[in-house]
Nanobody
Framework: EMQLTESGGGLVQPGGSLRLSCVVS????????MNWVRQAPGKGLEWLAS???????AYAPSAQGRFTISRDNAKNTLYLQLTSLKSEDTAMYYC????????RGQGTQVTVSS
């Protein structure tokens, strides 16, 4: 069974940073195209970033320059480094096997507030 387990969220002040992790099981991370998506209160899922099996990355405009997606295949772990956080980044963050977020984990909450 494929499982995705996110962690690393929390409460952070504007301008702060967090690193989110997603441990996968039931498959090899190195063979999958992986994504991060988020859902803010009252809004739909928003794609943030993806990383291909060759390491190529892509970012949504809202994430470009502030967020960095990476992975450690040996640890079967996907990461999302968040920097320069803003209040509008407050959301539940998910790792996902597809860019629409249909196959995603349970999520980790990020709250940006002073």
């Amino acid at each position: 069974e494929m499982q995705l387990t996110e962690s690393g969220g929390g409460l952070v002040q504007p301008g702060g940073s967090l690193r989110l992790s997603c441990v996968v099981s039931g498959f090899s991370l190195s063979t999958y195209y992986m994504n991060w998506v988020r859902q803010a209160p009252g809004k739909g899922l928003e794609w943030l970033a993806s990383i291909h099996t060759d390491g190529t990355t892509a970012y949504a405009p809202s994430a470009q320059g502030r967020f960095t997606i990476s992975r450690d295949n040996a640890k079967n772990t996907l990461y999302l480094q968040l920097t320069s956080l803003k209040s509008e980044d407050t959301a539940m963050y998910y790792c996902a096997l597809d860019s629409l977020g249909y196959r995603r984990g349970q999520g980790t909450q990020v709250t940006v507030s002073s």
